[in-house]
């Protein structure tokens, strides 16, 4: 087995790990998460009080459920909480009663257009209950009494999150965050928060990095409006973020770039996909999706896109009990993580540099940097790189520029500025980009 | 009927009662129209002396024509302007003469490749007189003596335009202005006269305007450039306008863009049409074309735009007899009418405004502004506008950049924008754009 | 035969005069092929002694050669430099020695992939030798030992170069620059040599020049990296360049823009090949390719483009034998100098122009400038170049933005500019563009 399938073994061994565990926006299931990636990486967990003011929102009651079913006459539990998590409507109120199917019906939600699958419904912020159930699950219930159980509970409590910074050469930050916040759903988002502790552990194992990291492990939309709220001095030393998300099911990658379009992050990640060999996709940014809604707010803006594979709301599976161990592959999840180091690689390196004979081309040959022989059809890359880097480099455009005038991809551009770099013939730029 | 029908209707009857008049750039064909207008908006009718320098032209004498024919031998009109006004060629010196065929041949104008119809000519700044007929009617004209008569006159009188001038909450201008110096043509112009005039019955019938309104109803080219001579000190008020014409046959829209291009009247329009779910085109401004030349000239260079169905020149009825009354239908009239309806909407509502809780997004479900049951798979179009509106709105991009970069019509977002505001969310940046 | 199949045919023989002369970026075959061009144009000289430095270069040593060729052990030469000169590879090192074809074998150059043409190799800057061969010849050696001569010498002496200096109305200059360092080739580069000559004595003719014009005849690389060196301090009278290279084959021309991308000359190249009915492509700038890599350097960026026929590398003959006399057709030259000729008038007659009546149009059919009889179809183009021309001229577009914007080509542009200025409705900015 090569590195690569290790890890993509490993990350799919985590998730099969997280898999059962009941998480939603609070409560034990969060808690439980953490203490599992805690196994991985150092975090740090943070607890935030029910009923703190975060912006326009408040952090809600905790919820915990213990045990939720639908039991007929003969006792049998025909929707039972202990086969799957994703039976009971998260954040369902506590409820214990005997009733009609025809009263229970308003509570019940399936997927008419693919029977066999039980939907992922929420209610964070409407006080009520339900259970999801497959359409057959529905279609097989006979009129009659049930005894309708959910044993939650929604009290004063915490939010619960966790947080990993890895600093660097400078205090300037790439931040990486995750949602925490969905039960029994494997690509949404096990695969992403796995995707993310990998990296956070390769990052780590790096001798030098020039900048710091941050990895978010948080409940989605009210996970992020708490971080901003509790760290709004510090959101500055965010120079680039990723939202992680559905990394491990689908072929092609697609990133949605910041709100502000042009960031240097949009432009690495778009680079580093087109030089990937694979179909692909760049959308535009849009104000729904993931927690870049928050990070891009107005107040913030800041540099943050969102990198998933197929996107959400548009593969079948999505949201559906079909989102399991199976649909995600260790070698996609291998794939996301390489990504990703490719997308840090850039950042780390890219910088601007000046060209210390800038008047004609420097003698490449007499340094042994150019082919001896002339006449030949085709110049090799490794030196078109060199002229590029050398042509360009006028303390203007940074490397990644380069590579994208060129054509050429990032790493030989680097290459080459190292090269050029222990020649002499190019020196850095010292104040960053 | 519908009101819509019912506008169609009583537009092509405004039509058919002016289609028969002889109107020319001077005359009293042109205070006929104007007359008839009167009875529909509150004209105030200008008469401008002939020989009044206006710019580089002078205003011309005035036309007038009674009676014009070319009678055989026989003593039968071959030619009669009795019958239709397109047969004497329009600025006719007077003429009354007996001549031959042969002599008259060069003052003789047809359409060889359309031998069934009778061409539209004219002759404004060079002194000549001459005959439009068919191609069959040619061909029918035994060779001897003919009488030929143009009972014209060409004296000093004035240039007779109407103008109707709709105050609104502040002096900036939105200008409507078509030609009306076309005799027996009904799609050029009398489609766009009566087009006007019921945009202006309908703007006028409304409790609030922000802009005020101005129309004008000239002769082309010298109408424009004997307005703006006399307006030269307040044309600065102009802040978005359009030149109709057409408006009656074709079922595509064709806007073509003002000289600056990306003004606001030409982001209104192209976007107003993109959302009629219809074929239309958007062309860049070009010197050649209605009246905009004299808007658009760079001494000007107000920001005009020309609104038309089938462009003049690109159909094969223009300026023939084929224009005729069947050649225009009302419901492509009521049509036209809504889209200046809509592009008037738009520029009444069109703002900057700013998001009262930028950090995040504010909390919409606790304010009934948002599905309270998650997990569904797509966001109800008008949750999207509203986030669209919050994200954007930070002072920069008025609610038409909104609606252009969220690819959603301008009218949900003006929409989401009145929630958001009243919400409390969301409130107008005073100074317009 | 009409002039430009004289200019055709007089190209093509200058072309087969120079074609037998052994060139390399030294020697007497430059001095030899300057002497010939003399004739043609008054040529300055210019020798810069072996050893000078010039920016990171050091002018090399002079290369010149009298004989060289394989003699296998029966007396015949079986490659042999007086039947074509490619046969050496260029700078190669004198050699006089017996020797088996296993130990001749490293020195030897073919062509595997097209066993009938001898390549064309150089080793300017590594001290080596060998020779140039078909593959076909190469399979006929038997094995045995030869007799191996390269008669030549490399020895302080001088790089030799022409240069041309055509004084206009201001010191402004235009360049045109071609290498000359390449030895029986054809097309790459005696055809773009012949264009510039030709070129130069038809600018020389003309009666009245605004720029300044300046003809390079130079090795390539070494000789513009001297050039440059020698004339730092006046490069930046250059306000447009060109290179050019292998005009005499390849129906479609290639344009290669600058570094810039926007310079004028760019905007001028294109603009006249659009307008050619011919196919041609645009490329973007690339540090590689001809001497336009050293005058875009970034330390002097000046506006240097290149044009060619089909780029360096992408024909079959390129760097080969059968880059010869017959590869080469006259009526392709001649096309070629008359697109030189095209665009250099339109560098001549760009400018800037105002309106001198900017309010509404000015009334051209007083002046004559305009059809008299209205309602035609469809605009002259030479009236619509005239409104183009008035209405964009406000003192900001010059005539080629004016072409550019309307389609039209840059001659009928500058037609309506003449015409309009004769009647005082236009007049040029005094400060060039």
Redesign the interface.
């Known amino acids: 087995m090569t590195d690569r399938d290790h890890a993509g073994a490993d990350m799919h061994a985590l998730i099969a790990g997280l898999f059962p565990i009941c998480r939603s926006i609070t409560g034990n299931g969060v808690r439980r998460t953490l203490d599992i990636l805690g196994q991985h990486v150092p975090l740090e967990v943070h607890e935030v009080p029910s009923g703190t003011p ?4 408040i952090v809600p009651r905790e919820w915990n459920v213990r045990d939720a079913y639908i039991q007929s006459a003969d006792g049998r539990r025909v929707v039972d909480f202990r086969q799957s998590n994703l039976h009971v ?1 998260n954040y369902s109120l506590p409820v214990r009663a005997r009733m009609s199917l025809a009263a229970l019906r308003p509570h019940l939600f399936t997927r008419p257009d693919w029977p066999e699958v039980v ?8 006080e ?1 209950w339900g259970f999801c159930l497959s359409q057959r699950q529905l279609e097989n219930l006979a009129e009659g009494e049930y005894e309708v159980v959910i044993d939650s509970s929604l009290e004063p409590g915490a939010l619960t999150y966790g947080e990993y910074h890895l600093p660097g050469e400078i205090d300037d930050e790439v931040l990486f965050t995750c949602h925490i916040c969905h039960p029994s759903l494997a690509n949404d988002n096990l695969s992403a928060v796995a995707v993310a502790v990998w990296l956070a552990r390769t990052l780590a194992a790096r001798p030098g990095r020039r900048y710091s990291y941050r990895f978010l492990f948080i409940p989605g ?1 009210i996970g ?2 708490t971080w ?2 509790r760290n ?1 001095g510090s959101v500055a030393r965010i120079k680039h973020g990723v939202v992680l998300a559905g990394l491990g099911a689908g072929e092609a990658f697609t990133y949605k770039k910041s ?1 502000r379009g042009d960031a240097e992050i949009d432009r690495v990640v778009s680079h580093t996909l087109s030089h990937a060999s694979r179909p692909f996709s760049v959308a535009d940014f ?3 999706g993931y927690d870049e ?2 990070f ?6 800041l540099p943050v896109g969102c990198l998933m594979r197929t996107p959400n ?1 548009q593969y079948r599976e ?2 559906t009990s079909a989102d399991d161990l199976q649909f995600v592959a260790p070698a996609l999840l291998a794939e996301s993580l390489e990504t990703c180091v490719r997308i840090v690689d850039v950042l780390e390196r890219n910088g601007r540099y000046v ?1 210390t ?7 490449l ?2 340094r042994g940097l150019y082919r ?4 030949e ?3 090799a890359s490794r030196e ?1 790189a060199m ?2 880097v ?5 303390g203007g455009p940074a490397l990644l520029d380069i590579a994208e005038r ?1 054509g050429l991809p990032f790493s030989a551009i680097a290459a080459a500025a190292d090269d050029l770099t222990s020649h002499g013939l190019l020196k850095p730029v010292t104040d960053l980009t």
């Open positions: 975060v912006f326009d929102w409507v939907p992922y419904r929420t209610s964070y912020y409407k009520t939309t992020s409006i901003l709220a709004e709100r849009s104000p729904y809604r928050q891009c707010s107005p107040g913030f803006n709301g999505y949201h060209n004979s800038p008047k004609c081309e420097p003698q040959g007499r001896s022989l002339g006449g059809m085709d110049a078109l002229l590029w050398l042509n360009l480099s006028d060129s």
